[in-house]
């Protein structure tokens, strides 16, 4: 009964500032948003499409593992945002620049950076915790 209620008292421990669940909805959502783009988009893409579907399903997949028992899934959460906010604002800049601010391609863009930037926050607020788990504030 002690190493149940111990268990129970870890797990509220660990999942107290965990944020997991809003990051795997965000990822899910951007992940969404490329499929339903991707295919009005091809034309503008720098690079194969088939690379985009690719980026689709690593971010489902990762959506998916995302818990919080495993602090390495949180490492990688918050390193995705960060490339895909590199990536995405990268593009949706040189968009805006070469044509306008009223293009599928900058809207899309600016779109899937804003929704990582959240991404990345909540995922460096679930990582700090979990570093922290053990320390007395």
């Known amino acids: ?11 509220k421990k660990l999942t107290r500032h965990y ?5 795997r909805i965000l990822f ?11 295919p009005f988009l091809t034309a503008d893409l720098p ?9 689709i399903l690593i971010i489902g997949i990762l959506a998916g593992i995302t818990n919080p ?4 899934t949180s490492i990688i959460d918050t390193i995705i ?5 590199i990536t995405f604002e990268y ?5 805006y ?25 909540y995922s460096t607020k679930t990582l700090r915790a979990m570093f922290l788990k053990n320390k007395k504030p």
């Open 1 to 11: 009964m002690e190493d149940l209620l111990e268990r129970i008292m870890n797990e």
């Open 19 to 23: 944020y997991g669940d809003l990051v």
């Open 28 to 38: 899910m959502t951007a992940a969404i948003i490329m499929a339903i783009t991707l």
């Open 47 to 55: 690079f194969p499409f088939l690379l985009s579907i690719f980026a």
């Open 69 to 72: 028992l495993q602090k390495w």
């Open 81 to 85: 945002s960060v490339i895909c906010i």
């Open 91 to 95: 593009f949706a800049v040189n968009v």
């Open 97 to 121: 620049l070469e044509k306008s601010f009223a293009n599928l391609f900058f809207l899309t863009n600016q779109t899937l950076a804003v929704i990582f930037i959240f991404a990345l926050y």
